[in-house]
């Protein structure tokens, strides 16, 4: 058996405040004895196909998501994440990215997406004109 616990978007704070609620979480993790995994579940950029789509068919919606799905995906893998903060409100402007990208905020507050730690790509791909990545921090 595994205890679960799953905390989701605090959609109506800002992404520093998101960033500091996850910061907060730290502590209690540390006292716990319990083994924790942390998941941040969102999508990239959020431009879909209205119409379900052939996956063999299937594409990223436009070449301005692919551009900045691929530029954030790449900041990540060199751990350059003080660079996505500082994009991520545009980045979430241009390509419709989900709840203002604020997964990378909690990651970043729990300590997960640390400067100068890479991540690794195990995968992009698109899911009906979406971007989606699967990133180990």
């Known amino acids: 058996q595994v205890d679960v616990t799953m905390i989701s978007s605090w959609l109506y704070a ?3 405040k998101t960033a500091a609620l996850a910061a907060s979480l ?3 993790l540390n006292d716990d004895p ?18 379900s789509c052939d996956p063999r068919e299937d594409h990223i919606a ?3 998501d692919d551009t900045w799905n691929r530029r954030v995906i790449n ?10 903060d500082d994009l991520a ?6 390509c419709r990215v989900d709840v203002d990208f604020k997964v990378m905020a909690f990651l970043r507050g729990i ?15 698109p899911i009906c004109g979406t971007g989606a990545a699967v990133l180990q921090f």
Request: hydrophobic share 35%.
């Open 26 to 28: 730290v502590s209690l």
């Open 34 to 51: 319990t083994p924790t995994a942390v998941i941040g579940i969102t999508s990239l950029s959020g431009n879909y196909f209205p119409a």
């Open 62 to 64: 436009n070449k301005v």
């Open 14 to 16: 800002g992404y520093d």
């Open 89 to 94: 409100g545009d980045y979430a402007k241009t």
């Open 111 to 125: 300590g997960a997406a640390k400067e100068g730690k890479p991540a690794m790509l195990h995968e992009y791909q």
């Open 75 to 84: 900041l990540c893998e060199l751990g350059k994440f003080g660079q996505i």
